[in-house]
C-alpha cells in the first residue's frame, strides 16, 4: 500500500480531506489515517477512492507506477469538466450533451 500516492493525487486534484470524505463516504479521520500509514483501506474504500481520484487501485497499492487514468483538471474547459463528472457518475446522456457542445466549438 502506497498512501503517499492517495494524498498525493488528492492534492493534484485540490481536494481537501473533507471533500474527499464526503464525496467517497469515508471519514475525514479515516482518511487522515490511510493518507498517514496508520490505517490499511479496505477493498472496498481502496476501490472507492481510486474510482473516485480517477486512478488505478494497482497504483495505490504498488503495483504499478503509472496511474494511468490520473489528469489534472487544471487548464480544462467547464465542458471538458462536465464530460469527465457525467461520464464517471455514469450519466450518458449528460455526457453526450457535454460531447456535443464541445464538438460545436
Do not use: C
Amino acid at each position: 500500500m502506497r498512501p503517499d500516492r492517495i494524498r498525493e493525487v488528492r492534492e493534484i486534484r485540490k481536494l481537501t480531506l473533507d471533500n474527499l470524505a464526503q464525496l467517497t463516504d469515508i471519514s475525514r479521520a479515516q482518511l487522515h489515517r490511510i493518507e498517514n500509514n496508520k490505517a490499511n483501506p479496505s477493498a472496498h474504500a481502496l476501490i472507492t477512492l481510486a474510482k473516485t481520484l480517477g486512478v488505478s487501485v494497482d497504483y495505490f497499492a504498488g503495483l504499478s507506477n503509472s496511474p494511468s487514468d490520473i489528469y489534472v483538471e487544471e487548464g480544462l474547459s467547464d465542458l471538458e469538466l462536465a464530460l469527465i463528472r457525467a461520464t464517471r457518475d455514469g450519466k450518458v446522456g449528460e455526457a453526450l450533451n457535454s460531447l456535443r457542445l464541445l464538438l460545436e466549438k
